[in-house]
Each structure stands twice: as C-alpha cells, then as structure tokens.
C-alpha cells in the first residue's frame, strides 16, 4: 500500500520567515495530494491540494510543488504569521473512486512573533 | 453551512466497556470516512462508506471495530471490549463523491 513520509516533525521560524515542510510517496499511481491544517482541538482543515497533472500551485502565501519523478511534493508558506502555527499533514491517495488518505505523520510549526 | 458533527466530544470509558461515536456529515455529501488520531500521530483510516456501495472496512484494526450508515445520513463507529489501546481522537469526514474529505472536529476516547 501507499507509504507517506513527511519531514521535518518540527519546524520553527521567524515570523515573516519561510517555512517548507517535504512529503515523498511510494505508490507512483498517487494523483491526488492534499495538504491540512490542524489546529489545538480542532479537525484537519484542508488549506491546498494538488494533482499530478500540475507541477504547481499557489494560493496567497501558500504554494505546492509536485514532483512525480521523484515522488515528493512541498508546501511552501512565505511571510509566515503566529496564526499558521499549527499541525500540518500531507497526503496522497489514488483520488478516482475514492479519496482514501494516505496521511504523513505530521510537521509542528511554531512561528515566533 | 453546517460542517460535520461529531458526538461526544470527548468520552471516558472503562477498559472492557463498549463505546458508539456518532457523525453527521455535511448534507449532500455521499463519502463518509472514519479515521484514527493517536496523539502526535498521522491520521489512520479506518472505514469508508459511499453511497449505497459496500463499505471499504480494510482499515479497521480488529472484529471489536465496527460502523454503519444510515442511507447518506448518520453514521456510528462502535467499539467493543474497549481496550486502552483504542484511547485516541476519531475523526469523521465527508465529501461529495469526487471530492476532498471535510473533517469533522473528532471524539476523543479515553480507555482507563
């Protein structure tokens, strides 16, 4: 079955700073890569996803990048704020039929005022 | 409008009890997913319901797992012979057919 890896579990920045945060996949029929935003007591948000007829996408100042090739994707969050500090998660599924997650095991971001 | 709702919010139970968690999906959304947080842990599926389809059970970890559907509506997650393995966050979520799971705010299990 598919294998999501995700790093780092921890990210710290300045805010205003950069943050990215990797996932890398094993099943290269994965199509469909999502991306969610946990927050302290609350459910997984999805903030943006992707599919891999599309090498990029931006919303704002968040974007991903696909690589099939090498079967990894990124987020990129760009003049960070205190309120993106929260639990991120990647995920990938095979998308057509159902969108049964395969999620990575998560990345803290802390932005420091 | 309204997301999906999960109940209770948090329950504690003893070891051996059994334990039903409730969801109710957005309305019009045909998926239902279960999914399992353990703490500081990626989501677990565990369950997919679509439409009148049979369920995709492949992700319950055991025969004490169990979950229905009523029609496009309701669903309950039952645990039976709780163990304190089973102490977590349950998350649902719904889509429309072809589309990204909503997530609902989850239930968190405490098995003393």
């Known amino acids: 079955g598919e294998n999501v890896e995700q790093h780092p579990s921890t990210l710290s920045v300045q805010e205003g700073d950069s943050a990215v945060i990797k996932c890398t996949y094993s099943d290269s029929a994965s199509n469909y890569f999502p991306w969610y935003k946990q927050e302290l007591g609350k459910g997984p948000q999805l903030i943006i996803d992707?599919?891999?007829?599309?090498g990029e996408k931006k919303d704002q100042r968040i974007a991903v990048t696909l690589n099939k090739t090498a079967k990894h994707f990124s987020l990129h969050i760009t003049e960070t704020q205190p309120e993106d500090s929260a639990v991120y998660f990647c995920?990938?599924?095979?998308?057509?039929?159902?969108?049964?997650?395969?999620f990575g095991k998560g990345t803290k971001l802390s932005v420091i005022p | 409008g309204a997301g999906v709702s999960q109940s209770p919010s948090n329950k504690v139970t003893e070891k051996g009890k059994d334990v039903e968690l409730r969801c109710d999906p957005i309305s019009g959304h045909t998926a239902l997913y279960w999914y399992r947080q353990r703490l500081g842990q990626g989501l677990e599926f565990l369950i997919y319901?679509?439409?009148?389809?049979?369920?995709?059970k492949s992700g319950l970890p055991s025969d004490r797992f169990s979950a229905e559907r009523t029609g496009e509506s309701v669903s309950t997650l039952t645990i039976q012979r709780t163990q304190q393995e089973d102490s977590a966050v349950y998350l649902c979520a719904s889509s429309l057919a072809r589309g990204p799971p909503a997530f609902g705010a989850g239930s968190r299990l405490t098995v003393l």
């Open positions: 992707i599919r891999s007829n599309v």
């Open positions: 319901f679509q439409g009148n389809s049979a369920p995709d």
């Open positions: 995920a990938a599924s095979k998308g057509a039929g159902s969108y049964q997650l395969t």
